[in-house]
């Protein structure tokens, strides 16, 4: 299994201000997966971060507010941009791993609550 | 129609009960398939993982899925409060660079 280590593990902020949520993997992955989860929903994808590429955005998502990082192969950011009340959620990162790769494990969650 | 459908519940039962939760899928192409347990406050679990039809048991665990009608079972046998979280299908075509769908999750309570 990987095991996946997150940061913060939560958060208040004001509105308009940023935050960048830091995950680490135990393990080199070619790709990292960064979620959101809203309180009662499922996970949605936000985009999946390649090492020594420009992340890929899902429908909806859009890289001037969700800017994405992934300088190496065990460690990537997500930033929040200009945070709104509608913003508030869990975050979530998320890697493969398992012995043929294709299990997904997730990091301990950010927990957002922007005011 | 959603890829993946899963009943939210809530459902209740008592200690010690069969517990049976469920998803439909409508992609045939998803060959992976996975259940997770998601505590209050904490990030989700892999609790089973298999591949293609049929069983896979792990302790009070028993996983199950059926591909001809598109339906995937995960079930608990003698529950236990601590049981009590919300449990999410997933499933995916099968490489590491495929995306993974989610169901909307069940949330499960135990009762003493």
């Known amino acids: 299994s990987a095991v996946i280590s ?3 593990s ?10 960048t949520i830091q995950c680490q993997v135990d393990s080199q992955v070619t790709m990292m997966f960064w979620y959101r989860q809203q309180p009662g929903q499922s996970l949605t994808l936000i985009a999946t971060a390649n090492q020594g590429s420009e992340a890929t955005y899902e429908s909806g998502f859009v890289i001037d507010k969700f800017p994405i990082s992934r300088p190496n192969l065990t460690f990537s950011t997500l930033t929040v941009s200009n945070m709104s009340p509608e913003d508030s959620s869990i975050y979530l990162c998320s890697a493969f791993g398992g012995v043929l790769n294709t299990e997904a494990f ?4 950010t927990r957002l609550t922007v005011v | 129609q959603k890829e993946v459908e899963q009943d939210p519940g809530p459902l209740s039962v008592p200690e010690g009960a069969i517990v049976s939760l ?4 409508s992609n045939s192409a998803f060959q992976y398939f ?6 209050s406050r904490k990030g989700p679990e ?6 293609s039809s049929g069983n ?5 665990f028993t996983a199950q899925v059926d591909k001809s ?3 995937i079972s995960l079930f608990i046998r003698d529950s236990q409060p601590s049981d009590s979280a919300t449990y999410l299908c997933a499933m995916s075509p099968g490489s590491s660079a495929s995306k993974i769908i989610f169901g909307s999750g069940t949330r499960l309570s135990i009762r003493p």
């Open chain 2, 22 to 25: 469920n998803c439909t899928y």
């Open chain 1, 10 to 19: 939560r958060d208040i902020c004001q509105r308009g201000t940023s935050l």
């Open chain 2, 69 to 71: 009608s598109k339906y």
């Open chain 2, 46 to 51: 892999l609790l089973m993982y298999t591949y």
């Open chain 1, 6 to 8: 997150q940061k913060p």
């Open chain 2, 34 to 39: 996975m259940w997770y347990r998601q505590y």
């Open chain 2, 56 to 60: 896979k048991e792990d302790g009070r």
């Open chain 1, 106 to 109: 997730f990091g301990q969650g």
